[in-house]
Nanobody, 114 residues
Framework: QVHLVESGGGLVQPGGSLRLSCVASGFIFSGYYIDWYRQAPGKERTFVARISSTGDSTYYADSVKGRFTISRDNAKNTVYLQMNSLKPEDTAVYYC???????WGQGTQVTVSS
């Protein structure tokens, strides 16, 4: 059975940092691109970042480019999202996903507020 379990969310002040983790099980993690998406209250879920199966290639939404970094550790079946210089508009539930096959985690809440 496939599981994607996100953690690391919380409340942070503007300008602060958080590191999200997503631990995967039930499929061949190293064979897939992994995505992070987010969904703000009352808005659609949107793409944040993507990392290739080997970690050699990464892609970012324009809104987070230069502030967020996606990485992975295939030995630990884990993908990370380092988020720096956080802004109130980054407030959302963050999901990791193997979107190509429709695997989604349950999400972790990130709130950026003073």
């Amino acid at each position: 059975q496939v599981h994607l379990v996100e953690s690391g969310g919380g409340l942070v002040q503007p300008g602060g940092s958080l590191r999200l983790s997503c631990v995967a099980s039930g499929f061949i993690f190293s064979g897939y691109y992994i995505d992070w998406y987010r969904q703000a209250p009352g808005k659609e879920r949107t793409f944040v970042a993507r990392i290739s199966s080997t970690g050699d290639s990464t892609y970012y939404a324009d809104s987070v480019k230069g502030r967020f970094t996606i990485s992975r550790d295939n030995a630990k079946n884990t993908v990370y999202l380092q988020m720096n210089s956080l802004k109130p508009e980054d407030t959302a539930v963050y999901y990791c996903s193997v979107s190509v096959v429709g695997y989604w985690g349950q999400g972790t809440q990130v709130t950026v507020s003073s």
